[in-house]
């Protein structure tokens, strides 16, 4: 791979954000669509009447969905557009709201919670397929992290609203509007913005290599000059010299001439595991459980989730500011660095702490302390690996494979968050040392990896990664 370089232009700078934006909402419906079910998890379990495994399997049952839609949204994006698939993704996302909503048990439950993870997979893959595409290359980190942005404010939304409404109803499991629990509300407060995405989806246009590579080069000439101020012959001529390479690509393509996966796809796969791994996701779909387990209140539990939620919108920002600046590998290892002390921190004040009932039991010190780690993991994740993968992601393919290892990379990570989701009651259970120690020495492995096999791609057109 070719050493990266700086390329001055000259955009629109207020349309290429709009463009981006809209199509980062996949990534808000993406973060709400898994992060909802946080404050539902306890009511839900006691309403079914569910052991942990099973508890732990309905929550990331959704995730397995997530590969599936993850691995066909890039074909499909290439058969019939970007645009169409992200309408489809809030069609998805609504039909599963309502449904969860209004499950009558946990096999259903599992049932509307795979639909959207279908739609959560897809909207993972085209948002920052799309945000690449029609980005320039001095800026595409930064409008990339809007992906990464996109998915903390939906967190942060979907646990704000779930704290609105067990307070307002007094509790998950109270009853609500309609003689509903609130549990219930939680998941269908969805349905609000899946609608405004797949409305919004509509007013922005296709990308522009999907436009040439179906022989519409006028189309994606009049897109370019939207964000372009000049250079636009000079890049659909690009673009129309990739794209012929890739009218033959397929699986095959992911190997190279010695008949072995590029090493490109398993770099890609290998990001993609590590950012779950390390078990971010843990934090955001167990937290409210993890906090009252080791002695908070239900409203107490809910309110530090909603902290943590900010904290990471906050940190993301952080990461706007700098991916270009410094670049996605020097982010990635301040990351890990700043992961495996503060995961290292939580893995040793739960191997001191007393078991009480079954459950660790921390004192007014160690519990500040464990709060404090929490959250300086999630800085330190939300400033780096939160967005710097999905950025990577989006760029290091060159166009010949892009579509199908960014498919691939993702459906990989929703398999990494399955598995870390649905094995952490059960790791819990045994200890949350053990779980927590487990994280701090993925979030160590994560740091060498990079060291030695990262590429950097800041500053480089997509159309000359090789």
């Not at 992906?147 to 998950?172: E, K, P, Y």
């Not at 498919?407 to 819990?428: D, E, H, R, Y």
Request: proline content about 3%.
């Amino acid at each position: 791979m070719s050493q990266p370089f700086t390329v001055e232009e000259r955009f629109h700078t207020a349309r290429v954000i709009q463009l981006a934006a809209v199509a980062a909402l996949g990534g808000f419906l993406f973060g709400f669509d898994t992060a909802v079910i946080n404050g539902a998890v306890t009511p839900m379990r006691d309403d079914f009447g569910m052991s942990a495994g099973l508890t732990g399997f309905v929550v990331s049952s959704a995730l397995l969905a997530c590969m599936v839609g993850a691995y066909l949204a890039g074909a499909l994006a290439d058969r019939i557009g970007r645009i169409r698939v992200m309408v489809l993704a809030a069609v998805l996302f609504t039909v599963s709201a309502i449904g969860s909503g209004l499950a009558f048990g946990p096999w259903d439950m599992i049932l509307w919670r795979a639909v959207g993870g279908i739609g959560v997979g897809a909207a993972s893959v085209i948002a920052p397929a799309y945000i690449a595409e029609i980005s320039p290359a001095s800026i595409r980190g930064r409008l990339g992290s809007l992906q990464q942005l996109a998915i903390v404010t939906g967190i942060f939304v979907a646990l704000l609203s779930d704290f609105a409404i067990a307070a307002a109803a007094g509790g998950g499991g109270e009853e609500f509007w309609f003689g509903l629990p609130a549990w219930r509300w939680m998941f269908m407060t969805e349905v609000i913005p899946a609608i405004i995405y797949g409305a919004l989806a509509l007013t922005i246009p296709e990308s522009p290599r999907y436009l040439v590579a179906k022989g519409e080069h006028h189309t994606a000439r009049e897109v370019l000059s939207k964000v372009l101020i000049d250079g636009i012959d000079e890049r659909i001529a690009e673009i129309r010299r990739t794209v012929r390479r890739e009218a033959k690509a397929s699986l095959s393509d992911l190997r190279g001439a010695s008949g072995k996966v590029l090493p490109i796809v398993w770099i890609g796969i290998a990001l993609s595991v590590f950012q779950q791994f390390v078990g971010i996701n843990v934090i955001f779909y167990y937290s409210a459980t993890l906090w009252q387990a080791v002695g908070f209140t239900e409203e107490d539990a809910l309110t530090q989730t909603v902290i943590t939620s900010v904290t990471n919108i906050i940190v993301t920002l952080v990461a706007i500011a700098l991916i270009d600046k410094i670049g996605r590998r020097k982010l990635l290892l301040i990351g890990s660095a700043g992961m495996i002390l503060s995961l290292g921190t939580m893995a040793w004040i739960f191997s001191q702490a007393p078991i009480v009932a079954g459950s660790p039991q921390l004192g007014q010190g160690e519990g500040i302390v464990a709060l404090f780690a929490a959250n300086a993991f999630v800085v330190f994740f939300g400033m780096s690996w939160g967005p710097g993968v999905w950025v990577l992601l989006g760029e290091m393919f060159n166009n010949r494979i892009r579509s199908t290892a960014l498919g691939i990379a993702a459906g990989a990570q929703w398999l990494a968050n399955f598995a870390i989701s649905t094995t952490f009651p059960s790791m819990a259970e045994f200890g949350l040392w053990f779980a927590y120690g487990f994280y701090t020495i993925a979030a160590i492995a994560s740091f060498f990896f990079v060291l030695k096999f990262v590429p950097e791609t800041a500053g480089r057109q997509l159309e000359d990664m090789e």
